[in-house]
């Protein structure tokens, strides 16, 4: 659905419900861990790239037609031989039998794998990403942290010629 849209928010929440459901199968396969960060991160990831189009691209809404393809034919081709050759490679491939038993928390595994000692370091980190990416958003609304004049307090900009201020 992200091609077939015109509008890149549109479009922007359409990959965010496909990572979502790759979060969900993440934890449908019992790696809750690794499920929750991936659907936290690619919230917080598409919120930002949300922010960022707004402020940035030129029809951020989609009020004039656009297309997210250009090369419709060749992609197609692509797209239907890299399908083509994943399915024969999946088939054909020897795949090797399971040696042992399945461990009983696999995402503690992964995370020693990956991390070793260092575990409580990368969690701290994370949680100090996390602060860092929320500030930023919060930061990026129409309201910033230094603008005190808005409808809720009913003051007007002094430069603001729309609300009736000096450069009227």
């Not at 659905?1 to 934890?27: K, P, W």
């Not at 790239?49 to 940035?56: D, G, L, P």
Request: hydrophobic share 50%; proline share 5%.
């Amino acid at each position: 659905m992200v091609f077939r849209f015109d509008s890149m928010a549109r479009a922007t929440f359409s990959l965010l419900t496909a990572l979502l459901c790759v979060g969900g199968e993440l934890i449908v396969l019992g790696l809750d861990y690794l499920g929750i960060v991936t659907v936290l991160m690619m919230t917080i990831e598409m919120a930002i790239m949300a922010v960022f189009m707004i402020m940035f691209m030129m029809n951020p809404a989609g009020l004039m037609p656009m297309t997210m393809v250009h090369n419709k034919r060749g992609s197609t081709a692509i797209c239907g031989l890299t399908f083509a050759l994943l399915v024969v490679g999946i088939l054909l491939t020897p795949w090797p039998r399971r040696r042992g038993q399945a461990p009983t928390d696999p995402t503690m595994d992964l995370g020693m794998s990956l991390m070793g000692p260092q575990m409580l370091t990368m969690m701290t980190l994370g949680m100090a990403l996390f602060a860092t990416i929320v500030a930023t958003v919060v930061l990026a609304t129409r309201r910033g942290r230094y603008d005190r004049f808005g409808d809720d307090l009913g003051a007007v900009r002094p430069d603001d010629p729309v609300r009736g201020g000096v450069g009227r």
